[in-house]
């Protein structure tokens, strides 16, 4: 499962029932979505053009609960016309009976002719879930219970080189508070709590059309997360982290989308920090924090279709990779993850989409607004 964007809403109904429903038609939700700003552009005079989309979801983690996505797209500069795309930011929240809570935050800023990019990643959480350990074999065995309370935010500044080239400089902070229930197996030894701050370098290369909603070109980027107790980590330790996507258009409503990503990590790494295997984004279907080492790697192939009015599909398929050395990445079986996904369009680029994604020995279903990838 994901975190606080596994919410699993009321767009099912929303999305594939209302065409068919007897109270609701397509004016009817269309003058709705109007109404909570679904199709509102940002005009001059106006700061961001909201949506609003609440509704309630289950998990077998989180059981029921209640759950909302905010998304809005703005300019910095309405009269810029020079910005290749609108601004993008979003909020999702949730709160459920298990005793979880969370919100989280992702924006895109465009500004000075997308010459300046401010990109921003972050979330506060309360949830109960489980850890198995480190390395394929640990995710192997049985888990132990804990409340993880966390708190991460990853702003980033970019900067344009040339057509389609950026080098960025950012932050990395995250802090952690983990409770144990019933410490056993030589697992109560690892640190309840942990800090971990430190500065970010990027560059990438970004053809993208819309980056909520890609339906052509390429994206690259290669960041390097150095974590110091100068800069007020608990400990010394580096990631790097690779990614690089290709869209290709099979006509106006077909979109092929190819995803490769990884993440290595380096010194006294804490273990809440540790890469991991499986999000909203990629290898979707696997509990986060089950599959945990030094690197990970992925690599998926999405299938992605416009239907009628505000209604899309989607169909994927992937593989990953863990090992405590790169050596060592195909030591183990890999892990496999399969999945299907709903997307309704809450405004022109931006979807809210519901994923259902399978993996060895596990489920998962994710909301989140915008692509995984």
């Known amino acids: 499962m994901g975190r606080g964007t596994q919410l699993i809403v009321s767009l099912l ?47 077998p983690e989180l059981r029921l609960g209640m759950g909302a996505a905010i ?8 009269s810029d016309d020079t910005t290749t795309q609108n601004s993008a930011i979003s909020f999702t929240g949730f709160v459920s009976t298990s005793g979880a809570s969370g919100v989280g935050v992702h924006n895109y800023t465009f ?40 708190l991460r935010i990853h702003p980033q500044l970019l900067r344009q080189l040339a057509d389609h080239f950026y080098l960025g400089i950012g932050w990395d902070y995250s802090a952690q508070h983990a409770r144990f229930d019933h410490p056993e197996n030589g697992k109560s030894t690892l640190p309840n709590s942990s800090v971990s701050s430190g500065i970010t370098f990027s560059l990438n290369y970004d053809s993208r059309d819309v980056i909520t909603r890609p339906q052509q070109g390429q994206f690259f980027n290669m960041e390097l997360r150095f974590f110091d107790p100068k800069m007020g980590a608990d400990t010394r330790f580096s990631v790097t982290e690779l990614q690089y ?24 790494i804490p273990w809440n920090r540790l890469p991991q295997a499986g999000d909203d984004h990629r290898l979707r279907g696997y509990y986060p924090g089950r599959y945990r080492d030094n690197d990970v790697v992925s690599v998926q192939i999405e299938y992605r279709q416009k239907m009628s009015w505000r209604h899309g599909i989607v169909l994927w398929a992937g593989m990953g990779a863990i090992g405590d050395k790169t050596q060592n990445l195909f030591h183990h079986p890999l892990l496999p993850t399969v999945g299907a996904g709903y997307r309704f369009e809450v405004k022109p680029d931006m979807n809210v989409r519901l994923d259902l994604g399978v993996g060895r020995d596990s489920a998962g279903f994710y909301f989140q607004v915008a692509e995984a990838f």
């Open 13 to 59: 109904s929303l999305g594939c029932g209302l065409s068919h429903s007897a109270t609701l038609n397509r004016e009817s939700v269309d003058t709705l979505l109007n109404q909570l700003g679904a199709d509102r552009a940002p005009l001059a005079g106006d700061n961001v053009a909201w949506s609003v989309l609440p509704g309630p979801f289950y998990t």
């Open 111 to 150: 500004f000075a002719g997308d010459r300046w990019r401010l990109f921003v990643d972050g979330n506060i959480a309360n949830i109960p879930t489980k850890f198995w350990g480190v390395g394929y074999d640990a995710a192997q065995g049985t888990a132990q219970n804990y409340y993880d309370t966390s």
């Open 245 to 268: 996507d290709v869209f290709f258009p099979l006509d106006a409503r077909r979109v092929l989308a190819l995803d490769t990503w990884g993440q290595f990590a380096h010194g006294d």
């Open 71 to 78: 998304a809005g797209v703005y300019r910095v500069t309405p």
